[in-house]
């Protein structure tokens, strides 16, 4: 027994330490790399999401810690990914310790100092990701340990000195397949000795840094090479021609803004572009701003067909364009501005059907326009100014439905302007200015109301009246028509183009008097109508302009008084030059006679008689503000007052006062109340002329957030103009008080229209909410790529849309909006005011929240894009995303995604039963059924959870406007296709 015992004690025994030698190593592992992921937390100055909370060294298992991922047995950890978290501090030397650390991914903070050269021990790292920090110094040569590194990313820091030569040159195979050092201020050689093999390389990008020297030979051991992008360095040399021959992956090549020469003592591409012909899947070549010499060789048309951007402009081509250029049926940009071309236009271009954007500007083009290139359908921009081009406009231009800009200016087109480019109903520019075009303003051109940047048409020989139409212009910002031979008197009706800042007339002969209606333009910065035969007094609506910085009255007959005040104190004489019937305060002009003057201090004796019971009067109510006023200090962020006086500079809206505003409001009335939100009230209220508007009043007692919301609210509109974008009608702001005054949208919104609460059908049909859905994705669109800041919106939703009495949709609540300045939309920022707030309760609204805020991305277009998802799917189900049925974990676009695509008939009859009314003809029905799945799809596309997969709103926008463009003309599509099923019949 006592044997027995005996050995079973020390079997117990032999267990216990095995176990302890074993467990002890094990727990060694996981204790070194808390200890040393707990250094690395110290070293975090700002957290401000709260990311690195549960890296707590008691509790939570360190595998279990955000950001981390260990290996399957859970005693190693192998990533460490901290993408886009706001972190802010140094990057702690003690990441080091872990040991087995595969991949390392700080991208996307505040990471500031050095990159630790102990990372060059982390032996296991495969990919090491710091790209999008504020890292600075020199890049550590123990990086170039990392033997089993696949991926290098230490783009867009504040990097500098040379790039170290054990970077990519360690041992004999490195595995480094993507390599991204771009946007820092490196400097010196790419440093690839010879005999540097890097075999496995398919991305090397190292744009807009300070490298100098020409492309290492070594390079062509990277014969996988994909995606070679130097461009904005100061590499010189040859072209790497042989280099680059021995690339056949090669898909992108990016050489613009270096110092390359092409061959032959910089006179021959050939050889170049030759050594391109083998890379078969070839998508972009951009050599732009590189003083390149020679011809563009025919052999250009021997590229791989699926090239689709080439970019050669601002070099020193010479010559013509090679017609096999139009080989490159996939084409959609070509860029050969700015070189020494000359010969005609090769018709042939318009074989290239896929262009969307022709540059061939600054050259010395002859010849006429080929009327061919109304052929090319997608044409959206088309730039032929400052060449020698002759002959007319064609008029086949009319046939380019998408076209946006048409820039023939500098050149020597005689001719008409053909009415037909009134057909070109997307054009936002039209410039045919410094030409020898005759004949009058065609009335269809005058009255493209897309026209929403500029109109020139000036220096030309232009004759006739102004045309009424170009009242239907209330988009655009400049119309230059000086110097021609326009006549006949300014209709006042220009006042309806609201959202001009330039207009010239200069130069022409224009009769009788300046319309009032042109000083009260809310927007109008410069105006000339000097050199014309002008009459009357100048208008005081011009005066009394709050944005007018230039005018010139100069050489008319203009007659009067004009004093110095308003608009007019910063004018000196110069705009008033050669008007002999003027006289006033403005230096160098004669008094006016005495009579006046006398006339004037009787009345202002009146006046300050009047004055003084005024001030009794309102004396009480001001003293009784300032208690507002002290109320107000505890919002004050020290930025307000710089803000307002920011405002008082740009923000010249047509002044509306508070007590227009009492008074339009019926003194803010709960009967004019027509809306609440977390800001405040909204009222409805009518001015003096009429017009309708909703007055949006800041509850000053609400919070600073809310106050910074709208300020940003105010930002955002200042900034933004677009047909479906609310347009800002004016500002109140004044310590006390703060208001926004908007149009009043006589339908409400889309939300009302969506779930009316009479239980009666909504009433928007198919046709409508397509049209409303297009609308809302070109606002959106405009936002994210065309407005002057990028803004994304953050909060799209039914209830922030509204539609006006032609039910065209307008966005609007850009409250919780972000300015985003160039396109570098993600950088994270610690600013308070943005969306790190740690509530989350700025980041939209619920149900139409992208996934990734959750996460604690920053707000980006993405989002945008993700909540348009949601509500294309809401409007197709008619079901709310934070419905009943979606609070049992699914969300709306799950629910629908997961009856896609063997369910999804019932959804689609469903839509169809409640948005086809009996008054559209069912023949159509499936068109309808088309449509109703087009949206479902998209809208599926849109609310994907990986924001890098969701489409981008342009494409967004674009799709949408064709299914508008189908849903809209169903009866010609029907006749098509009917044609088309007879055709197929006959042929049977
Ligand atoms: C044009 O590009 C598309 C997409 O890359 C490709 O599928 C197609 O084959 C190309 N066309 C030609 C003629 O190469
Ligand atoms: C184009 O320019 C070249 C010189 O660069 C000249 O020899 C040629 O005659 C010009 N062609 C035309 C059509 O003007």
């Known amino acids: 027994m006592i044997g027995v015992q005996r050995f079973s004690l020390f079997n117990l025994l032999c267990l216990i330490i095995f176990l302890a030698v074993v467990l002890g190593q094990e727990n060694a592992q996981t204790m070194r790399d808390k200890a040393s992921l707990l250094s690395f937390k110290t070293a975090i100055v700002s957290d401000p999401q709260h990311v690195l909370e549960d890296w707590n060294s008691l509790g939570v298992h360190v595998c279990n810690w955000s950001g981390i991922r260990c290996n399957k047995g859970r005693d190693q950890v192998v990533e460490l990914d901290l993408s886009g978290r ?165 898909q992108y090549l990016y050489l613009s803004y270096n110092g390359f020469v092409s061959h032959n003592g910089n006179t021959n591409l050939e050889p170049f572009l030759t050594s391109l012909v083998n890379a078969s899947n070839f998508q972009e070549l951009e050599l732009a701003g590189n003083n390149l010499g020679g011809e563009i060789p025919p052999i250009i048309g021997n590229l791989s067909t699926n090239l689709v951007q080439i970019h050669l402009d601002a070099n020193l081509l010479y010559g013509s364009i090679p017609p096999q250029i139009s080989n490159l049926v996939n084409l959609t940009l070509l860029n050969l501005s700015s070189n020494l071309l000359n010969g005609t236009i090769p018709p042939k271009l318009c074989q290239m059907t896929k262009l969307e954007r022709v540059y061939l500007s600054n050259n010395s083009f002859s010849g006429e326009i080929p009327p061919a290139l109304g052929d090319i359908p997608h044409l959206g921009l088309l730039d032929l100014s400052k060449n020698k081009l002759s002959g007319s406009i064609p008029d086949s231009f009319a046939n380019l439905s998408q076209l946006r800009r048409l820039l023939l200016y500098e050149n020597q087109l005689s001719g008409t302007i053909p009415p037909s480019l009134g057909k070109c109903i997307n054009l936002e520019i039209l410039d045919l200015s410094h030409n020898q075009i005759s004949g009058v303003i065609p009335s269809e051109v005058a009255g493209l109301r897309s026209l929403k940047l500029y109109l020139n048409l000036s220096s030309n020989h232009l004759h006739g009246p102004l045309p009424m139409e170009l009242s239907k212009m209330d988009m655009v910002l400049a119309v230059d028509l000086s110097s021609n031979n326009l006549s006949g008197t300014i209709p006042s009706q220009l006042g309806s183009c609201i959202a001009i800042e330039y207009l010239n007339l200069s ?98 004796i009146l006046l300050s008689l009047l004055i003084t019971p005024i001030f009794c009067i309102f004396g009480y109510p001001l003293m009784h503000r300032s208690k507002f006023q002290r109320h107000l200090a505890i919002f004050d962020h020290g930025d307000l007052r710089d803000d307002e006086e920011e405002e008082k500079k740009e923000l010249k809206y047509p002044r509306i006062s508070y007590e227009q505003l009492v008074e339009a409001t019926g003194g803010f009335s709960a009967s004019s109340l027509i809306g609440a939100g977390r800001f405040g009230h909204v009222y409805k209220g009518v001015l ?29 509109l200042k900034r933004t103009r677009h047909r479906n974008l609310i347009r800002i009608i004016t500002a109140c702001s004044r310590p006390d008080f703060k208001a926004l005054v908007l149009p009043l949208m006589s339908n409400g919104s889309l939300e009302r229209h969506l779930y009316s609460s009479h239980g009666l059908s909504h009433g928007l049909n198919l046709i409508q909410l397509v049209s409303i859905c297009n609308d809302v994705a070109e606002g959106v669109a405009y936002l994210h790529h065309h407005s002057p800041v990028r803004v994304v919106h953050c909060d799209l939703k ?132 088309d449509v109703v799945l087009e949206l479902i799809e998209l809208g599926l596309m849109c609310a994907q959870y990986n924001p890098s997969m969701r489409p981008s709103m342009q494409d967004v926008a674009h799709e949408m406007g064709r299914v508008k463009e189908y849903i809209s003309n169903p009866s010609s599509l029907l006749i098509e296709e009917v044609g088309l099923k007879v055709d197929a019949l006959s042929l049977g």
């Open 86 to 250: 706001s972190l802010r501090g140094p990057i702690s030397p003690a990441l080091a310790n872990l040991s087995s650390l595969s991949i390392l991914d700080l991208s996307r903070n505040l990471f500031e100092g050095h990159i630790p050269g102990e990372i060059g021990s982390l032996f296991n790292l495969r990919q090491l990701s710091l790209s999008s920090n504020l890292l600075e110094g020199n890049i550590a040569a123990e990086l170039g340990f990392l033997h089993k590194l696949v991926y290098l990313d230490l783009g867009s820091n504040r990097l500098e000195g040379e790039i170290p030569g054990t970077l990519f040159c360690n041992h004999s195979s490195s595995s480094l397949q993507y390599i991204d050092l771009s946007n820092n201020s490196l400097s010196g050689k790419i440093p690839l000795a010879d005999g540097c093999k890097l075999k496995q390389l398919r991305f090397l990008l190292l744009w807009s840094n300070h490298l100098v020297g020409q492309v290492p030979a070594a390079l062509a051991n990277s014969s996988g090479l994909e995606w070679l992008d130097l461009e904005s360095n100061m590499l010189s040399g040859k072209l790497p021609l042989e280099i680059i021959q021995k690339m056949p992956q090669l």
């Open 507 to 604: 130069v022409n002969s224009l009769e009788g008097p300046l319309p009032v209606s042109i000083g009260k333009l809310p927007y109008l910065q410069k105006l000339d109508v000097s050199s014309n035969q002008l009459i009357g007094e100048i208008p005081e609506s011009l005066q009394d302009s709050l944005t007018l910085k230039k005018v010139n009255f100069s050489f008319n007959n203009f007659s009067g008084n004009v004093s110095s005040k308003g608009a007019f104190s910063s004018l000196t004489i110069d705009s008033f030059l050669g008007n002999v019937g003027l006289c006033g305060s403005i230096k160098g002009l004669p008094n006016c006679r005495k009579k006046h003057a006398h006339h004037l201090a009787i009345l202002s």
């Open 798 to 929: 039914p209830s922030n849309i509204l539609l006006d009495d032609d039910m065209t949709a307008l966005v609007t609540d850009f409250g919780i909006a972000r300015l985003v300045k160039g396109s570098d939309e993600n950088i994270p920022t610690n600013d308070s005011t943005s969306f790190s707030s740690a509530d989350g309760l700025l980041c939209g609204s619920i149900g139409y929240i992208a996934p990734e805020y959750g996460m604690g991305k920053c707000a980006s277009i993405e989002g945008d894009v993700f909540s348009f998802g949601v509500l294309l799917l809401e409007i197709v189900t008619g079901r709310r995303p934070t419905d009943v049925l979606f609070h049992e974990g699914s969300s709306l676009h799950e629910w629908v995604k997961s009856h896609y695509p063997s369910r999804v008939d019932s959804i689609v009859q469903q839509a169809i039963d409640r948005c086809v009314p009996d008054s559209m003809p069912k023949q159509y029905n499936k068109i309808w059924w």
């Open 688 to 716: 003096q002329d009429n017009s309708v508007i909703a007055v949006k009043v800041l509850d000053l007692k609400t919070d600073g957030e809310i106050l910074g919301s709208f300020k940003r609210e105010c930002q955002v």
